[in-house]
């Protein structure tokens, strides 16, 4: 974190009490410090091991929108890498979440039930830096950094889990009737796009 990370966040939750989480802009880098580079022909951020990771900061603006079910839906279909986990939360919002679910994903679930709760705040200043190296967890599973955009074949379970917490979420929130579909919407879009084992298994039970 940059040294005024915490003095940032604190600042605008302080300023705005309708603000849930203030999360500042962040720099994938290397081990070694250095910052990923951008490969036009990959179309992502490459690491120091060839690992393709998404282009920070992600382009999901909506998060900062009065209207629950635009952050709702800004969660599910613009934030892959899920880094506004890491910025400042408020305690009263966090405690009514279900506190980061013990399964890969989980921290997508918090984040969608955050959305429901109130706006968040993304400052424009690069103050966290996320590095990224095999010894992290998302290296270790399978195919790795894949899960972000959903072609990994080997994660059905996680990602059942992840659009159950997403639904549960919309349902549990007090929102009207239409908001609800959207959400569901959402989470309807979220499963077709992005998980493929699960777009599979859709389409088998349409048939």
Known sequence: MAPEFIQECVRVLNANEAVVMCSPATVLINEDGSPLRYSTQKKGMVDNYGRVWPVTPEKNALLMSADPTDRYSEVLLKTFMALEIYGLIRRSALERTSVMPSYFGGDKI???????????????????????????FSYQRSDGPTWFSGKNNHMFVDQLRVLVGYTRAALSAKLTLGQQCRCISAIWQRAVTRGKPLRRLFIAVVE
């Open 110 to 136: 918090v984040l969608a039930q955050l959305s429901l709760i109130g706006r968040y705040h993304l400052l424009s200043e690069p103050l966290f830096y996320r590095r990224c190296h095999p010894g992290q």
